[in-house]
């Protein structure tokens, strides 16, 4: 048997390397769940936009433009929350998508968007241009 004295400190080391690389994978957890839920709201974004252009596009053209939207959106990964048609030939959708993270899901990603014609003219007043989120596109006419 040993009469030497035992160090109080020895293993302390093990249980501070331990208690250090749970914090960091609990951080990483975290920016994980961050970047699923910033990605999800992009892609509802997105959905969005171009369910907004196509509905606006339709109702342009003589469709109906909360199917067109729908389906747009549909094609994008999100669900319709809401179509509607405003004055002057705006439409208006709300998108959704689910964030899923490494928890499992994290919420439900909200979007929305408009696009129609400008009110007063402008470019987006000539007949085929659509405004959306601060952007005009008009038709290419030259033969």
Not at 96 to 104: I, K
């Amino acid at each position: 048997m040993s009469t030497e004295p035992r160090d109080a400190e020895r293993g302390a080391g093990t249980v501070l390397i331990l208690g250090v690389v749970a914090a960091v994978l609990l951080l990483a957890v975290g920016i994980a769940a961050l970047g699923a839920a910033q990605n999800a709201r992009g892609a509802a974004q997105a959905a969005a936009d171009l369910g907004a252009l196509a509905g606006a596009t339709a109702l342009r053209d003589g469709f109906d433009p909360c199917r067109t939207a729908g389906a747009a959106v549909v094609r994008n990964g999100a669900v319709t929350a809401s179509c509607e048609v405003l004055a002057g030939g705006v439409v208006r959708v709300v998108a959704t998508r689910d964030a899923s993270g490494p928890a499992g899901v994290l919420g439900t990603a909200r979007a929305s968007a408009r696009a129609g014609p400008r009110a007063g003219g402008g470019l987006a007043g000539r007949v085929g241009c659509i405004a959306a989120r601060n952007q005009v596109t008009c038709p290419s006419y030259d033969s």
